[in-house]
């Protein structure tokens, strides 16, 4: 048949995409301008992009889902933006990430996940202050990466971490790089409008150049598999997107251009060699286009198109991590704004029983025969290709321990043979039969079980084997723990002693491994053949029921494995480390289970049971049968009642044994509410200082139904009152507690919600239940500190912007360049000062007057270009008086202080002409604040590493104060709201507290932040503690709480996020809330601080919708308190000014929230006078209620007077939580209805008119 009408197997894949709730939601991510496709997948894991700056990045299984925690544990890798990685081809847990801080580092992630936040890399790749566009690993040379920044190409070596190559060929950005399927050529598209092709290893390593997208946005190349064509995305010189197609034999020509659409964003292309199978991913898109290569004409046909989110980045997932048993072909992981989507791709067929190979060719393996080392020398190997069957088992994930340990396995690689050519991996077209040759089995591990197989049988079947020589033998090459048939390079010669030694050591150790377990299987059987005695003596009249069980269990198990080679229960796949109990293992050796006829055996597996399934009986009189003793998860001994009586359950006051050789410890491990602890007596129940009886069903792992739980007591009692005698069916109940999931003997304590309890599922009477309730007089509900921890009433709290019409907006050209020690933006309840651009240097300070409605005293009307103060030097701070609302103090980098007094009705045009100047230092000013209670006092912190504290009252102002003691640069410094102690935090990482008016050296210092990038420092808790905001050494940020008594060490310490902005700290004394956020930032950060444990309470973040430049937080007077508002900001955006209330929402909030708003120190208005202060005079601190007038405190309308409480009637009693679930006759459960109806019913004897007011007479007239 002709190819052109030969039909394609893949054109009707279609793309299934999964419900919501199987993708990955909740997750934070930004608008990266990167040549990356900002995901990535291997088949173990993926990792993408966190947070809008995304120096971060998220690491997680890559079959998990669900919803995700914005603190879970993250890869803090770098200081900027990530912009590229990639993981290993033959290691799953080995990462690539390059980033714009000119950084490479290598991750090693564990294979169980990351369970804490890691920061610390395998090794890091200096780029000589470049940034880094593109990562990536060799495709044949173990160890061998590439890295592209700026105009150069440079291949690492990880076994000796040096660059092994670089070309500076390049003239313009290498934007994008991909490598040939068997390494030896690669091709890159560049910021020049060319694409080049390159041996890494000739002598000129460019091999042709040719023109491409004539446009220098963005581009991409990915070669097309083995062929000798590549496939470019781009632009044209119109901005259209292009396809081209290109034989790399003749570069200069194109096969195939294809031009789309007008869209901004770049083509992501995402190529299967096996299938042809190409996708196409734009940033910003919401569609994803599938394309089927050809060879000839028309080359690209299009195929099922999948619309959904917009995309932000996308990749494929590894082949060798498909569901092949569902027919999906390619998995593309889209990455969208707050979720990540697995795409799947499926071609339809009638029925997916079997395995269908013609959908799954050979495709590339995870083992390498070829290092870096060698690839260097020159030497070629190609991948060895694997099989997707599922008996194959290939399909298994790669685990190579950390870097030092793949570079020890990489260093003990032989040379390959050139003469021999790779061989396909256990390659599997149809399913597997019984192999000719018997296989020694490998040797068990603890956790494996020999669960419902006969076990007669497979000795018999390992006693042939043992006398037999394996020709196939199981090996771990280069660190790769899988069975590899045939590497290429190692085959078995008659001629080669070494080889022929090296065979034989390992059938010797084979047959070891099979003594063994021929040994440990005897001793199992011995343990059988024990139980099976005490069964017949002890239990003769169940012997019909389990000689039947028993042999229909045997017939199966025969027809299972006789004829073929007996081998250990392979293991089920690694599961998600979201689930619980997933990493979990069974510490106990294994032991027997009965047989049963519920379960058949898998040659290809098996699955643990997952626990019981529920069974109670109706009457004590029913027929029993071991099947419905199997299904009750009950403690050994465990005495029933009449009512549900277990069908072995021993009569009434014949004591219960536990199993022979074993302590309370261990009974109480075996039982499914071991997580309560055990009452000493029933006496407990009569002093109503427990409800275990209730409690103990609530906990319980079991999700089964029990008619009759016994409480702890009874439980201890069973345990103590023992004869040393044991039944078959308890036995057979402990065996049945082994079997319940590893999720059951978790250390993952109990939720603490409420659950559903059953006795309200079913209710009868009975003698024993009425004894129960009737044991529980009161069952008090815990108090929810208890439960959960502390609780904040800011716990909720909201931050809400302000309605349009009070924003300033389109401020133009707002200054970004402000030294890390100024906030960038200050404003009181009036007005606010914006930092603008100055065009003949020097700096200026805009003053814009706040629209009305922003605070409660602002007036003015917004200005389109607002009047600014003009500088001759550059800004370093400045500040507004908080006792007067016209004066603004600017520092510049001259030394010198300029003040300013704004006119009452605002700045009218922009002046130059400072009210006084006067010099401050002899060199830059880092810092200036003003005092929090004595006015006219204001305080400096320059370069000269010293802090003044100077009395504008004066006409020529001198420093009165001068502290000492800095040895660096100061970063921050705070007083405390009394006006008595100043701290300051310094980059020689040390934390000072300074008494001014006592001591011009510091009382007490202590160590601070590690790094040296900034800090900030504030009082809190009363002048009793101090946050502190800095960096670690990864540049990770972190907030700081220390004891203003001990600066010795942090008393709690919080790790935010990798992100270069420094975190700028607010505190409402009145809440202990804390507000944090960094210029750049869209989120602010609200934790609660407390001097109890925890002592720093994370609350909820706001999330604004755009970043900002700086905020700035307004006195407690500006607040309204009627909104329940307890703090209000003004945040300034690109151009924007917006005000921004914090309130906590409250049913009642017509009453004054006086538990929310205590009385307030006055910060608005001055203590006393800046001279008086200097002369050592203390006062009383102002204090002022917020409560508006007329407005009734919450307090006084919840407390009732002593009056009110003797005529106001009897409280109805609490309904005993016991006695709601006995049944009740219809007449009585009518009645109860009735009354529940009546009571919220409000009845309202006043009618309607008797409210109303007369009218007029001369109203009549009109």
Same mark, same amino acid.
């Given at each position: 048949?002709?190819?052109?009408?030969?039909?394609?197997?893949?054109?009707?894949?279609?793309?299934?995409?999964?419900?919501?709730?199987?993708?990955?939601?909740?997750?934070?991510?930004?608008?990266?301008?990167?040549?990356?496709?900002?995901?990535?997948?291997?088949?173990?894991?993926?990792?993408?992009?966190?947070?809008?700056?995304?120096?971060?990045?998220?690491?997680?299984?890559?079959?998990?889902?669900?919803?995700?925690?914005?603190?879970?544990?993250?890869?803090?890798?770098?200081?900027?933006?990530?912009?590229?990685?990639?993981?290993?081809?033959?290691?799953?847990?080995?990462?690539?990430?390059?980033?714009?801080?000119?950084?490479?580092?290598?991750?090693?992630?564990?294979?169980?996940?990351?369970?804490?936040?890691?920061?610390?890399?395998?090794?890091?790749?200096?780029?000589?202050?470049?940034?880094?566009?593109?990562?990536?690993?060799?495709?044949?040379?173990?160890?061998?990466?590439?890295?592209?920044?700026?105009?150069?190409?440079?291949?690492?070596?990880?076994?000796?971490?040096?660059?092994?190559?670089?070309?500076?060929?390049?003239?313009?950005?290498?934007?994008?790089?991909?490598?040939?399927?068997?390494?030896?050529?690669?091709?890159?598209?560049?910021?020049?409008?060319?694409?080049?092709?390159?041996?890494?290893?000739?002598?000129?390593?460019?091999?042709?150049?040719?023109?491409?997208?004539?446009?220098?946005?963005?581009?991409?190349?990915?070669?097309?598999?083995?062929?000798?064509?590549?496939?470019?995305?781009?632009?044209?010189?119109?901005?259209?997107?292009?396809?081209?197609?290109?034989?790399?034999? +003749?570069?200069?020509?194109?096969?195939?251009?294809?031009?789309?659409?007008?869209?901004?964003?770049?083509?992501?292309?995402?190529?299967?060699?096996?299938?042809?199978?190409?996708?196409?991913?734009?940033?910003?898109?919401?569609?994803?286009?599938?394309?089927?290569?050809?060879?000839?004409?028309?080359?690209?046909?299009?195929?099922?198109?999948?619309?959904?989110?917009?995309?932000?980045?996308?990749?494929?997932?590894?082949?060798?991590?498909?569901?092949?048993?569902?027919?999906?072909?390619?998995?593309?992981?889209?990455?969208?704004?707050?979720?990540?989507?697995?795409?799947?791709?499926?071609?339809?067929?009638?029925?997916?029983?079997?395995?269908?190979?013609?959908?799954?060719?050979?495709?590339?393996?995870?083992?390498?025969?070829?290092?870096?080392?060698?690839?260097?020398?020159?030497?070629?190997?190609?991948?060895?290709?694997?099989?997707?069957?599922?008996?194959?088992?290939?399909?298994?994930?790669?685990?190579?321990?950390?870097?030092?340990?793949?570079?020890?396995?990489?260093?003990?690689?032989?040379?390959?043979?050139?003469?021999?050519?790779?061989?396909?991996?256990?390659?599997?077209?149809?399913?597997?039969?019984?192999?000719?040759?018997?296989?020694?089995?490998?040797?068990?591990?603890?956790?494996?079980?020999?669960?419902?197989?006969?076990?007669?049988?497979?000795?018999?079947?390992?006693?042939?084997?043992?006398?037999?020589?394996?020709?196939?033998?199981?090996?771990?090459?280069?660190?790769?723990?899988?069975?590899?048939?045939? +590497?290429?390079?190692?085959?078995?010669?008659?001629?080669?002693?070494?080889?022929?030694?090296?065979?034989?050591?390992?059938?010797?150790?084979?047959?070891?491994?099979?003594?063994?377990?021929?040994?440990?299987?005897?001793?199992?059987?011995?343990?059988?053949?024990?139980?099976?005695?005490?069964?017949?003596?002890?239990?003769?009249?169940?012997?019909?029921?389990?000689?039947?069980?028993?042999?229909?269990?045997?017939?199966?198990?025969?027809?299972?494995?006789?004829?073929?080679?007996?081998?250990?229960?392979?293991?089920?796949?690694?599961?998600?480390?979201?689930?619980?109990?997933?990493?979990?293992?069974?510490?106990?050796?294994?032991?027997?289970?009965?047989?049963?006829?519920?379960?058949?055996?898998?040659?290809?597996?098996?699955?643990?049971?997952?626990?019981?399934?529920?069974?109670?009986?109706?009457?004590?009189?029913?027929?029993?049968?071991?099947?419905?003793?199997?299904?009750?998860?009950?403690?050994?001994?465990?005495?029933?009642?009449?009512?549900?009586?277990?069908?072995?359950?021993?009569?009434?006051?014949?004591?219960?044994?536990?199993?022979?050789?074993?302590?309370?410890?261990?009974?109480?491990?075996?039982?499914?509410?071991?997580?309560?602890?055990?009452?000493?007596?029933?006496?407990?129940?009569?002093?109503?200082?427990?409800?275990?009886?209730?409690?103990?069903?609530?906990?319980?792992?079991?999700?089964?139904?029990?008619?009759?739980?016994?409480?702890?007591?009874?439980?201890?009692?069973?345990?103590?009152?023992?004869?040393?005698?044991?039944?078959?069916?308890?036995?057979?109940?402990?065996?049945?507690?082994?079997?319940?999931?590893?999720?059951?003997?978790?250390?993952?304590?109990?939720?603490?919600?409420?659950?559903?309890?059953?006795?309200?599922?079913?209710?009868?009477?009975?003698?024993?239940?009425?004894?129960?309730?009737?044991?529980?007089?009161?069952?008090?509900?815990?108090?929810?500190?208890?439960?959960?921890?502390?609780?904040?009433?800011?716990?909720?709290?909201?931050?809400?912007?302000?309605?349009?019409?009070?924003?300033?907006?389109?401020?133009? +050209?707002?200054?970004?360049?402000?030294?890390?020690?100024?906030?960038?933006?200050?404003?009181?309840?009036?007005?606010?000062?914006?930092?603008?651009?100055?065009?003949?240097?020097?700096?200026?300070?805009?003053?814009?007057?706040?629209?009305?409605?922003?605070?409660?005293?602002?007036?003015?009307?917004?200005?389109?270009?607002?009047?600014?103060?003009?500088?001759?030097?550059?800004?370093?701070?400045?500040?507004?008086?908080?006792?007067?609302?016209?004066?603004?103090?600017?520092?510049?980098?001259?030394?010198?202080?300029?003040?300013?007094?704004?006119?009452?009705?605002?700045?009218?045009?922009?002046?130059?002409?400072?009210?006084?100047?006067?010099?401050?230092?002899?060199?830059?000013?880092?810092?200036?604040?003003?005092?929090?209670?004595?006015?006219?006092?204001?305080?400096?912190?320059?370069?000269?590493?010293?802090?003044?504290?100077?009395?504008?009252?004066?006409?020529?102002?001198?420093?009165?104060?001068?502290?000492?003691?800095?040895?660096?640069?100061?970063?921050?410094?705070?007083?405390?709201?009394?006006?008595?102690?100043?701290?300051?935090?310094?980059?020689?990482?040390?934390?000072?507290?300074?008494?001014?008016?006592?001591?011009?050296?510091?009382?007490?210092?202590?160590?601070?932040?590690?790094?040296?990038?900034?800090?900030?420092?504030?009082?809190?808790?009363?002048?009793?503690?101090?946050?502190?905001?800095?960096?670690?050494?990864?540049?990770?940020?972190?907030?700081?709480?220390?004891?203003?008594?001990?600066?010795?060490?942090?008393?709690?310490?919080?790790?935010?996020?990798?992100?270069?902005?420094?975190?700028?700290?607010?505190?409402?004394?009145?809440?202990?809330?804390?507000?944090?956020?960094?210029?750049?930032?869209?989120?602010?950060?609200?934790?609660?601080?407390?001097?109890?444990?925890?002592?720093?309470?994370?609350?909820?973040?706001?999330?604004?919708?755009?970043?900002?430049?700086?905020?700035?937080?307004?006195?407690?007077?500006?607040?309204?308190?009627?909104?329940?508002?307890?703090?209000?900001?003004?945040?300034?955006?690109?151009?924007?000014?917006?005000?921004?209330?914090?309130?906590?929402?409250?049913?009642?909030?017509?009453?004054?929230?006086?538990?929310?708003?205590?009385?307030?120190?006055?910060?608005?208005?001055?203590?006393?006078?800046?001279?008086?202060?200097?002369?050592?005079?203390?006062?009383?601190?102002?204090?002022?209620?917020?409560?508006?007038?007329?407005?009734?405190?919450?307090?006084?309308?919840?407390?009732?007077?002593?009056?009110?409480?003797?005529?106001?009637?009897?409280?109805?009693?609490?309904?005993?939580?016991?006695?709601?679930?006995?049944?009740?006759?219809?007449?009585?459960?009518?009645?109860?209805?009735?009354?529940?109806?009546?009571?919220?019913?409000?009845?309202?004897?006043?009618?309607?008119?008797?409210?109303?007011?007369?009218?007029?007479?001369?109203?009549?007239?009109?």
């Amino acid at each position: 048949m002709a190819w052109r009408f030969k039909a394609s197997k893949y054109k009707n894949a279609a793309p299934i995409v999964p419900k919501p709730e199987a993708c990955i939601r909740d997750i934070c991510v930004g608008s990266y301008q990167t040549y990356g496709n900002n995901i990535c997948a291997s088949a173990a894991f993926m990792a993408f992009n966190w947070e809008h700056v995304g120096s971060s990045m998220a690491v997680l299984p890559l079959d998990d889902c669900g919803r995700k925690s914005k603190t879970m544990p993250l890869l803090h890798a770098h200081s900027d933006t990530i912009t590229d990685m990639e993981f290993s081809p033959f290691h799953d847990g080995l990462l690539l990430t390059g980033s714009q801080d000119s950084l490479v580092k290598v991750w090693h992630i564990p294979p169980e996940g990351l369970k804490e936040s890691l920061s610390t890399p395998e090794c890091t790749l200096s780029q000589k202050q470049r940034r880094v566009e593109n990562v990536g690993f060799h495709p044949v040379a173990d160890g061998l990466i590439h890295v592209a920044s700026g105009h150069e190409l440079a291949l690492w070596d990880l076994t000796k971490q040096k660059e092994a190559f670089v070309n500076k060929d390049h003239s313009e950005v290498i934007q994008s790089t991909s490598w040939k399927k068997d390494g030896r050529l690669l091709a890159t598209s560049c910021k020049d409008k060319k694409v080049r092709i390159l041996d890494p290893r000739a002598s000129s390593p460019v091999l042709n150049v040719a023109n491409s997208h004539q446009n220098i946005k963005d581009s991409r190349v990915v070669w097309l598999g083995d062929n000798d064509r590549i496939l470019t995305t781009g632009f044209d010189s119109a901005r259209l997107r292009q396809i081209m197609i290109r034989d790399i034999r +003749n570069l200069s020509q194109t096969q195939k251009t294809l031009e789309l659409d007008c869209s901004t964003g770049i083509l992501m292309p995402l190529f299967d060699a096996d299938t042809n199978m190409l996708f196409l991913a734009g940033k910003g898109d919401t569609t994803i286009l599938y394309l089927e290569l050809t060879d000839r004409e028309p080359y690209l046909i299009e195929g099922l198109r999948h619309s959904g989110e917009q995309t932000k980045g996308a990749c494929l997932v590894p082949k060798r991590a498909l569901r092949v048993m569902e027919g999906e072909v390619n998995r593309v992981l889209q990455l969208a704004g707050s979720s990540v989507v697995p795409i799947m791709y499926q071609v339809p067929r009638k029925s997916y029983r079997d395995y269908h190979a013609d959908l799954y060719p050979d495709t590339a393996g995870c083992v390498t025969y070829l290092s870096a080392p060698m690839w260097l020398d020159n030497h070629d190997y190609p991948v060895p290709n694997i099989s997707l069957h599922p008996d194959a088992n290939n399909c298994t994930q790669v685990h190579r321990g950390n870097l030092e340990e793949m570079v020890k396995e990489i260093m003990a690689m032989p040379l390959p043979k050139k003469d021999n050519k790779p061989q396909i991996v256990q390659s599997v077209e149809e399913p597997v039969k019984p192999a000719s040759k018997p296989q020694p089995p490998p040797e068990p591990k603890e956790e494996d079980r020999i669960d419902f197989v006969n076990v007669k049988d497979m000795i018999k079947g390992m006693e042939r084997n043992k006398n037999l020589e394996p020709k196939d033998y199981n090996r771990e090459t280069n660190g790769f723990h899988k069975k590899i048939t045939d +590497n290429g390079h190692d085959k078995c010669d008659d001629t080669d002693s070494e080889k022929t030694e090296f065979v034989c050591e390992k059938t010797e150790k084979t047959v070891e491994i099979t003594e063994k377990t021929v040994e440990k299987i005897e001793k199992t059987v011995e343990k059988i053949e024990k139980t099976e005695r005490f069964v017949d003596n002890h239990e003769r009249s169940l012997e019909k029921t389990e000689s039947s069980d028993s042999s229909e269990s045997l017939s199966r198990s025969n027809s299972l494995i006789n004829g073929t080679p007996v081998q250990a229960p392979k293991p089920l796949p690694r599961s998600s480390i979201s689930e619980p109990g997933a990493g979990e293992e069974l510490h106990e050796a294994p032991k027997p289970k009965p047989r049963t006829t519920s379960v058949t055996v898998s040659t290809g597996g098996y699955k643990p049971r997952l626990g019981p399934k529920p069974f109670s009986a109706s009457t004590g009189s029913e027929e029993f049968s071991f099947d419905k003793v199997f299904s009750v998860p009950a403690v050994p001994g465990m005495v029933k009642s009449d009512s549900a009586s277990s069908p072995v359950a021993p009569s009434a006051g014949t004591p219960v044994a536990p199993p022979a050789g074993r302590d309370d410890d261990k009974h109480k491990s075996l039982s499914p509410t071991s997580d309560v602890e055990v009452a000493p007596n029933k006496e407990e129940y009569t002093n109503g200082k427990s409800d275990t009886s209730l409690e103990e069903e609530v906990n319980s792992s079991d999700s089964g139904y029990r008619p009759k739980t016994p409480s702890t007591a009874e439980r201890r009692k069973m345990f103590e009152n023992t004869d040393g005698a044991q039944s078959i069916a308890e036995r057979r109940k402990a065996y049945e507690v082994r079997s319940v999931s590893v999720a059951v003997e978790s250390d993952t304590p109990a939720s603490p919600a409420p659950l559903r309890r059953r006795d309200s599922l079913k209710s009868r009477k009975s003698p024993d239940r009425e004894e129960k309730r009737a044991s529980v007089p009161n069952v008090t509900t815990k108090r929810t500190s208890t439960v959960f921890g502390k609780v904040s009433k800011f716990r909720h709290l909201k931050g809400t912007p302000g309605h349009k019409s009070t924003h300033v907006e389109n401020i133009k +050209n707002i200054s970004r360049q402000i030294s890390g020690e100024c906030n960038g933006f200050y404003a009181n309840g009036k007005r606010c000062a914006v930092p603008v651009s100055a065009g003949g240097g020097g700096g200026r300070v805009a003053v814009i007057e706040l629209p009305s409605g922003a605070t409660p005293v602002s007036k003015a009307t917004p200005v389109i270009h607002p009047p600014a103060l003009l500088h001759p030097a550059p800004l370093q701070d400045w500040a507004w008086d908080p006792f007067r609302d016209s004066r603004l103090i600017v520092a510049c980098d001259d030394g010198l202080l300029r003040e300013w007094i704004i006119p009452e009705n605002g700045l009218q045009e922009s002046t130059n002409e400072p009210n006084r100047t006067f010099s401050a230092h002899p060199d830059k000013i880092y810092i200036i604040r003003f005092h929090p209670t004595a006015s006219d006092l204001l305080t400096t912190a320059a370069h000269d590493l010293t802090v003044k504290i100077w009395d504008l009252s004066q006409d020529v102002p001198t420093a009165d104060i001068i502290l000492t003691g800095h040895t660096d640069q100061i970063f921050a410094l705070d007083w405390s709201p009394c006006g008595e102690y100043l701290a300051t935090v310094c980059k020689d990482g040390l934390i000072r507290i300074y008494k001014p008016r006592s001591s011009t050296e510091p009382i007490r210092s202590g160590p601070g932040p590690v790094g040296s990038r900034g800090a900030r420092i504030v009082w809190a808790l009363q002048a009793t503690h101090l946050v502190v905001t800095g960096f670690d050494k990864v540049s990770e940020r972190q907030i700081l709480l220390y004891k203003a008594s001990d600066l010795s060490a942090p008393v709690c310490t919080v790790g935010l996020d990798v992100s270069p902005a420094i975190l700028q700290i607010h505190i409402d004394h009145d809440s202990g809330t804390l507000f944090l956020t960094g210029r750049g930032d869209s989120t602010i950060y609200c934790y609660e601080v407390s001097s109890e444990a925890p002592q720093l309470c994370a609350l909820s973040h706001h999330r604004a919708a755009t970043l900002h430049q700086g905020i700035c937080y307004l006195h407690k007077n500006l607040v309204a308190v009627e909104k329940v508002e307890f703090a209000r900001a003004l945040r300034l955006t690109n151009g924007n000014i917006e005000p921004l209330s914090f309130t906590v929402p409250r049913i009642k909030s017509e009453l004054f929230q006086d538990d929310l708003f205590p009385p307030t120190l006055v910060t608005w208005e001055p203590w006393l006078t800046g001279k008086e202060w200097l002369s050592g005079k203390n006062v009383t601190p102002k204090i002022v209620s917020l409560q508006p007038p007329g407005m009734e405190p919450l307090s006084a309308h919840t407390t009732q007077s002593p009056g009110s409480r003797e005529t106001k009637p009897a409280q109805k009693p609490k309904p005993d939580l016991i006695k709601s679930h006995v049944p009740m006759d219809p007449k009585q459960q009518q009645d109860s209805i009735m009354k529940a109806m009546s009571a919220k019913v409000t009845v309202n004897l006043k009618l309607e008119q008797d409210s109303m007011e007369g009218v007029d007479e001369s109203e009549w007239d009109q």
